[in-house]
């Protein structure tokens, strides 16, 4: 079953379509993924989310109703499209730069990110609490990328308080401090 996954990744990366038999076979066989294990599915999903533009894979396995069936919190539509783009762009603009000799204060240090986890953050960023931490339990999700999830589900509900008119620095700084900087920078990003 997890084939179906590579076949998609696959697609996606090399540019070419899985012809309609294949994908036929690929939607009538879509309970399969069910019975697989959760590490199998963990697995595919990381090397989705590591390819350079995740985002093409998972929507096509959401138009194929398979990503649904890898569980029913995950959904890509066109703000999640979106976000990732974004995602990527900030991802650049804050890659490593040469050293200059006053030194670099760049708001985000990136190359500690692992863009897999920035991307199952995104992805999970307007689920439900409890679908999300459903979906975290069933694949088995790796610790970091668990707490990254959760630290952007509860900055999710911090960011509308940054609105508030007047708020003094020592405030925003008390609202933000509780947070990781790769959570800080999906609430950045998005």
């Given at each position: 079953?997890t084939?179906?996954?590579?076949a998609?990744r696959l697609?996606q990366?090399?540019?070419f379509?899985i012809e309609p038999?294949?994908e036929?076979?690929m939607r009538?066989a879509q309970?399969?993924?069910v019975?697989t294990?959760p590490?199998?599915?963990r ?7 590591a ?8 929507r ?6 398979l990503?649904s069936?890898?569980?029913p919190?995950l959904?890509v539509?066109?703000?999640f499209m979106?976000m990732?783009?974004?995602l990527r ?5 804050f ?16 190359e500690?990110?692992r863009p897999e986890?920035?991307y199952?953050?995104l992805?999970l ?13 069933s ?6 990328e668990?707490v990254?999830?959760?630290q952007?589900?509860?900055l999710?509900?911090?960011l509308?308080?940054?609105?508030a ?6 405030e925003i700084?008390?609202?933000l401090?509780p947070f990781?900087e790769?959570?800080l920078?999906?609430g950045y990003?998005?």
């Amino acid at each position: 079953p997890t084939r179906m996954l590579r076949a998609v990744r696959l697609e996606q990366r090399l540019g070419f379509r899985i012809e309609p038999r294949t994908e036929q076979l690929m939607r009538n066989a879509q309970d399969l993924l069910v019975r697989t294990t959760p590490e199998r599915i963990r697995h595919e999903l990381y090397l989705i989310l590591a390819e350079a533009e995740p985002e093409r894979a998972l929507r096509r396995l959401d138009e194929l109703g398979l990503l649904s069936r890898v569980h029913p919190a995950l959904t890509v539509d066109d703000w999640f499209m979106e976000m990732a783009g974004r995602l990527r762009q900030e991802l650049k603009r804050f890659s490593p730069i040469p050293k200059h000799p006053e030194g670099n204060s760049r708001l985000f240090h990136v190359e500690k990110y692992r863009p897999e986890g920035l991307y199952l953050a995104l992805l999970l960023y307007r689920s439900p609490r409890q679908d999300a931490e459903s979906f975290l339990e069933s694949l088995r999700i790796m610790r970091g990328e668990a707490v990254l999830v959760r630290q952007v589900l509860a900055l999710r509900e911090v960011l509308p308080q940054l609105d508030a008119p007047r708020l003094k620095r020592s405030e925003i700084y008390a609202l933000l401090e509780p947070f990781d900087e790769p959570a800080l920078f999906i609430g950045y990003v998005v």
